[in-house]
């Protein structure tokens, strides 16, 4: 596992942006694992910066989005398909059948083999990660078996909490209470990871992730054992290390 400090969320976000547009231009047909939070708006906009200045293609690019919360349609303005869409894709020259989100409505059991199917037919060249305060990857909460594939989970209330800062404008009673997710074991399979983790309130689960035990309890712990992880953290988010 690599550790790349950085001074702030800025430089955070340049450094990501390089790795992930390097990823891109050595493979215009890669196949991106990308997430959600509030971590990789700065690098999604540099990447539509990139590709508005140097005319970087995704025509060939097909992603594959870490989650989605249950209950949500794709056209909710809370969803996370309708946030990347404005975050990224509807600025990029990105095929819409391209981009993969799992579905929030629908047979919970038809959504989550679905989703199993199409990410076995298409391994991913990098997955992006930011990382919950308690450790969380996706929405792995503590206690997801590493062996995990997509799946429905509970939310923990942290989680809820956390989230309701960027998608439900504070109103706790709003945020889904459930969510579908990658699991840990196809996080695994990307042959690169990115995680991005910044500010202090993330120090506790960096410090676990990187000098910690690989234990369940703390999901992220599990990319020590990822052959090609890099762990961008600002000064902030290395404050334990
Ligand atoms: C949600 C997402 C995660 C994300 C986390 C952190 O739980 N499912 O993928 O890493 O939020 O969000 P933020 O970047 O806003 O701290």
Redesign the pocket.
């Known amino acids: 596992m690599k550790v790349i400090v950085t001074k702030d969320y800025e430089e955070a976000s340049q450094k990501a942006a390089e790795i992930m547009l390097d990823v891109i231009k050595n493979k215009p047909n890669a196949n991106l694992g990308l997430?959600?939070?509030?971590?990789?708006i700065r690098l999604y906009e540099l990447m539509r910066e990139d590709h508005k200045a140097n005319g970087t293609s995704y025509k060939d690019i097909k992603s594959f989005n870490?989650?989605e919360y249950y209950g949500l349609a794709q056209d909710h303005p809370q969803s996370?398909y309708y946030f990347m869409c404005h975050q990224l894709f509807n600025e990029l020259d990105i095929d819409k059948n391209n981009i993969n989100v799992p579905k929030g409505k629908g047979s919970i059991e038809e959504v989550c083999d679905e989703y199993n199917a199409l990410l076995a037919k298409n391994p991913r060249d990098i997955q992006l990660?930011?990382?919950?305060?308690n450790g969380?990857?996706?929405?792995n909460e503590p206690g997801t078996s590493f062996d995990s594939v997509t799946h429905y989970i509970a939310?923990k209330q942290s989680?809820i909490e956390?989230?309701a800062?960027?998608f439900f404008n504070g109103d706790l009673s709003a945020v889904p209470t459930h969510?579908i997710?990658m699991g840990i074991s196809n996080i695994m399979e990307a042959k690169k990871v990115l995680l991005?983790a910044t500010?202090e309130?993330?120090a506790k689960a960096v410090k676990g992730l990187v000098e910690g035990p690989v234990t369940e309890d703390l999901p992220a712990s599990i990319l020590q054992k990822h052959e090609d992880a890099i762990i961008i953290v600002d000064e902030a988010a290395a404050s334990l290390l």
Request: hydrophobic share 35%; no cysteine; glycine share 16%.
């Open positions: 997430a959600t939070g509030s971590t990789p870490l989650d996370y990660l930011g990382i919950g305060s969380h990857v996706g929405f939310l989680t956390d989230n800062k960027l969510a997710t991005i500010g309130r993330k």
